[in-house]
Nanobody, 117 residues
Framework: QVQLVESGGGSVQAGGSLRLSCAVSGVTYRGYFMGWFRQAPGKQREGVARINSNQITVYADSVRGRFSISQDGARNTLYLQMNSLKPDDTAMYYC???????????WGQGTQVTVSS
C-alpha cells in the first residue's frame, strides 16, 4: 500500500526558507514522477514541482529559481527546498505520486505553509 507523509511546514516571514519532506513507502513500480502541489484557500490546487527517476524536474513559473525539488537515491524521501518565500506561497502543500498510468493517484495529508509579510 502506497503511503505519503509530509512534514516540515510552518510559519515564516517573507524572504525566509522552509524545507518540506515527504516519506514515501509501498511503491512497487518505476518511472513515475513524484511532485509537490499546493492549494490556498479559495483557489484551485496547482502543481509546484515534480521529479522523476531520471532526475528530470519541472517547476511552476511562480516558483522557478526559488524552490528546488529533490529526492534521495532510493526515492524514499521527497524534498522541497523553498527559499525567498512570499506571502503568495501561503498554502497547504501536498506530496503526490503518479500511478502506473501516469495519473496523480496517491496523495499525502498535506502540510501547512504560512508566509507573513
Amino acid at each position: 500500500q502506497v503511503q505519503l507523509v509530509e512534514s516540515g511546514g510552518g510559519s515564516v516571514q517573507a524572504g525566509g526558507s522552509l524545507r518540506l519532506s515527504c516519506a514515501v513507502s509501498g511503491v512497487t513500480y518505476r518511472g513515475y514522477f513524484m511532485g509537490w502541489f499546493r492549494q490556498a484557500p479559495g483557489k484551485q490546487r496547482e502543481g509546484v514541482a515534480r521529479i522523476n527517476s531520471n532526475q528530470i524536474t519541472v517547476y511552476a513559473d511562480s516558483v522557478r529559481g526559488r524552490f528546488s525539488i529533490s529526492q534521495d537515491g532510493a526515492r524514499n524521501t521527497l524534498y522541497l527546498q523553498m527559499n525567498s518565500l512570499k506571502p503568495d506561497d501561503t498554502a497547504m502543500y501536498y506530496c503526490a505520486l503518479q500511478g502506473v498510468h501516469g495519473t496523480w493517484d496517491y496523495w499525502g495529508q498535506g502540510t501547512q505553509v504560512t508566509v507573513s509579510s
